[in-house]
């Protein structure tokens, strides 16, 4: 006769859920960790490219708005790592992570606002904006 499987045992072998669960947490953590560490990589090449006029190409308003928002990214990266080691009952109770998330957001939001406010400052001056190169021309 076979023993019964207990509720919390996963279906392909004798590995708890809990521990399954601790190993993709962790798992998870390490991919976010790794993913940001890449965006903040990404950060310090486009500030570079941005501040010292060895670009690429000359384009280096288009260089800044993408260290922004590599920077935004990357923010959210550690941020989710962070809250793939903290327990749901804390995060659905604490009133300083839900602040915390909320900024987050908001924080996310920053290159799409500022890119948005350049971008109506050239069509009101009467200009017109090149979304490939990331500038206003008054032609």
């Known amino acids: ?20 669960q601790k190993v993709l947490s962790l798992l998870t953590t ?11 990589n990404h950060v310090f090449y486009s500030l570079w490219s941005s501040t010292t006029g060895i670009s690429p190409n000359q384009y280096e308003a288009l260089w800044y708005q993408e260290a922004l928002g590599s920077f935004t990214y990357a923010v959210l990266a550690f941020f989710l790592a962070f809250l793939t080691r903290v327990k749901w009952e804390l995060i659905k109770s604490n009133r300083y992570i839900h602040v915390s998330i909320l900024i987050v957001m908001l924080f996310l939001a920053f290159p799409h606002v500022r890119e948005y ?3 109506d400052s050239c069509l009101d001056s009467g200009g017109t904006w090149s979304y490939k190169y990331f500038q206003c021309s008054m032609e």
């Open 1 to 20: 006769m076979k023993p019964k499987r207990h509720a919390n045992q996963y279906w392909f072998g004798k590995t708890n859920l809990k521990q399954f």
């Open 30 to 40: 390490i991919v976010l960790v790794v993913y940001g560490l890449f965006l903040l």
């Open 117 to 119: 406010m350049l971008i």
